[in-house]
């Protein structure tokens, strides 16, 4: 009866390195997406501010041509 306690005992041990396998994936595909989300993030912020300065440069030419 032994050695059946003693595999039971060691079942559970092959299990422990694979379950933190499965977590060091879990949170290297999140920190992945994290930052593939900060990037896309950053991307459209550069996108939007140059469109906000041509908007902004138009309606300056506007206002120049309107008080000329």
Request: include cysteine; charged fraction near 35%.
């Amino acid at each position: 009866m032994d050695p059946g306690t003693g595999v039971r005992k060691e079942r559970p041990k092959p299990r422990e390195p694979a379950a933190r396998l499965e977590k060091a994936k879990q949170r290297s595909a999140q920190q992945e997406l994290k930052q593939r989300q900060r990037a896309e993030i950053y991307a459209l912020n550069r996108v939007m501010t140059e469109l906000e300065q041509q908007q902004f440069d138009s309606f300056c030419k506007q206002m120049q041509g309107s008080g000329e």
